[in-house]
């Protein structure tokens, strides 16, 4: 873990570092702020665990090069302007091999960890915590564990009532932490099936992204409506 | 909201109209009586019959004041009752109108008319209270976005730099670096808590339960206050600014309860009766002081409610100290017909993502 590699070769080989290899972690950066996006990649180059495989800027610009190249993990701003972190997860997710996700959002409550487990991200960090901790959570899920924050019982249960039976089973498991695979055949439903169930929750649960949340609230004031006959 | 009462209009400096009409009357028909008799017939003016006309005189100014006073009434009373409604008449509680009348009169014809001025000033005052909350709204969503978007993401880079210099700084300067660290750190949680408060984020991703259940998790963290919620399950989903207003609401009396209840836990229900959603939060603490005047806070609260209709109760909550407030909704002004309204944020590229 602690030897730097540097050279191109260990590229091609598998996605996920096996635990114990001395291969180094795969990073791919996601964030459209520019100063946010440099301090990652020269936190992440510090890393002698670490090659950050690219930085970009957007969420289509991850999923191209994620689509070229072998990524371990994609540590990815939530707010990504017009498609948001949880959005590109769920895209990463569906590579054939597919790289882990760290969720780094400045609001790391209650709410984005439900989402974020629908959305299939591996783990969350808060852009609060310091340098240290976003490293070591991405150390721990390119090994296979989980960083996500626990979601509160109340909230769960108002979360749940915005979903039918049959998802609100999906988002038990998922909240158990079962594997979307497992998931499947435990409800003997479609790999396909279960993912346009977990598109559909996710829309219904998903945080939007702030620039349609503006749009709607912009709507007319009801007391405007009725305002205006007299 | 509605001034004191000036002094001119308060105590009465007049003689009643009644009064005025009724004796200038009767004057002038004794004056008349008196004149017919004395300048017309004054020859067949004799003891005998002064005794009888003046008894008829007497019955004809009775009969003439009790005319008077009954027509004059009629005109009279409801300007009284217009004084006293004019007098009370709260704008921040609507609906206060004079018994219809018909327009026959110039009193009815006043009635109408007040009644009119009424609706039209409620309307305007609602549209005003409507527009001025929005822009609040919309400025504090704005400024929310700010600074999280430009300050904190600034604060973010900085953190990032310092954990990168952490590692190459001499040890005695180690203490200082990490100090710097802890204060940005610090910064950008208060600069969190803030975004937070100005905009609710939660309620325009998940709704207002889930935004409820948010907002209860982060008294406790904040100010220890533990916040007891009963959602009554299958709830309506109400519109964005019906739900706006629950919210605002809730956030408020739960302020109030950490600041002034004195005690540290707070029950908080939404639940269905019939066409009504109702919102209680419930403390048991010291209970409203003496002589207790609404504030800035709760008279927002009040206007948001009449907004949408509906009504802010604040009162002792029963015999244990303490004070609820309690928000009234009736529904059927309020209820979003969409299921799911964060739906008609998506886009179809989003909808059709699903493979």
């Known amino acids: 873990m602690t030897a730097i590699h540097e050279h191109q070769a260990q590229v091609d080989s598998p996605a996920i570092a096996p635990d114990g290899s001395d291969s180094p972690v795969r990073v791919l950066v996601v964030d459209d702020h520019p100063a946010v996006r440099m301090g990652l990649r020269e936190l992440f180059e510090d890393q002698p665990d670490f090659v950050v495989v690219a930085a970009v800027d957007s969420a289509d610009a991850a999923m191209a090069l994620a689509e070229r190249e072998p990524i371990d993990v994609a540590v990815v701003d939530y707010q990504l302007g017009s498609r948001n972190g949880l959005w590109l997860s769920r895209k990463l997710k569906r590579l054939p091999r597919p790289p882990r996700v760290v969720i780094y959002s400045a609001y790391c409550d209650g709410p984005l960890a439900a989402t974020s487990v629908v959305a299939e991200a591996d783990g969350l960090v808060s852009k609060g915590g310091v340098g240290a901790d976003l490293c070591e959570a991405v150390r721990a899920v390119a090994h296979g564990q989980v960083r996500l924050p626990t979601v509160p019982p109340a909230l769960a249960s108002a979360l749940r009532r915005r979903l039918d039976a049959e998802e609100q089973a999906i988002f038990g498991m998922l909240l158990a932490g079962i594997p979307a695979a497992e998931i499947s055949l435990m409800l003997s439903i479609s790999s396909a099936s279960l993912e346009s169930r977990l598109w559909t929750m996710l829309r219904k649960l998903e945080a939007l992204p702030t620039d349609s949340m503006a749009v709607r609230r912009a709507r007319p004031h009801n007391g405007r409506r009725r305002g205006t006959p007299i | 909201m509605s001034a004191e009462p000036s002094q001119r209009t308060e105590r009465r400096r007049y003689v009643p109209l009644l009064y005025r009409v009724a004796g200038v009357n009767a004057l002038l028909l004794f004056i008349a009586v008196v004149v017919t008799i004395a300048v017309l017939s004054p020859k067949r003016v004799s003891s005998l019959h002064t005794d009888e ?303």
């Open chain 2, 53 to 355: 006309e003046a008894i008829v005189l007497g019955v004809a100014l009775v009969l003439v004041v009790a005319l008077n006073v009954y027509l004059v009434r009629r005109v009279v009373r409801p300007l009284e009752a217009l004084t006293a409604l004019a007098r009370r008449v709260d704008l921040t509680a609507p609906g206060q109108r004079m018994p219809p009348a018909s327009p026959t009169s110039e009193a009815g014809v006043l009635s109408i008319t007040f009644n009119d001025m009424l609706s039209r000033l409620e309307a305007e005052r609602r549209e005003a209270t409507g527009r001025v909350l929005d822009g609040q709204e919309a400025e504090r969503l704005r400024i929310a976005q700010e600074l999280h978007d430009q300050i904190g993401q600034e604060l973010t880079a900085v953190l990032l730099a310092l954990a990168r210099v952490e590692r190459r700084v001499p040890p005695e300067l180690r203490q200082s670096l990490l100090e710097v660290q802890d204060a940005v750190r610090g910064s950008l949680e208060d600069l969190r808590r803030i975004a937070v408060e100005l905009r609710p984020e939660a309620l325009d991703d998940l709704g207002l339960e889930s935004a409820l259940a948010v907002l209860c998790e982060r008294f406790a963290e904040r100010s220890g206050l533990e916040v007891t919620q009963w959602i009554a399950p299958g709830l309506p989903i109400l519109t964005p600014e019906a739900e706006l207003v629950v919210y605002r609401v809730a956030q408020e009396a739960l302020t109030n309860v950490a600041r002034h209840s004195g005690v540290a836990t707070a029950r908080l229900e939404l639940a269905r009766r019939d066409d009504v959603l109702t919102l209680t939060v419930t403390d048991s603490g010291r209970g409203l002081p003496q002589g207790h005047r609404p504030g800035t806070g709760i008279r927002g609260m009040g206007e948001r409610a009449a907004l949408i209709g509906a009504t802010l109760a604040i009162e002792d909550a029963g015999g244990r100290g303490g004070v609820r407030v309690r928000l009234d909704v009736p529904l059927d002004e309020v209820e979003e017909l969409e299921e799911f309204e964060s739906l008609d944020g998506a886009t179809p590229r989003e909808v059709g993502q699903a493979q």
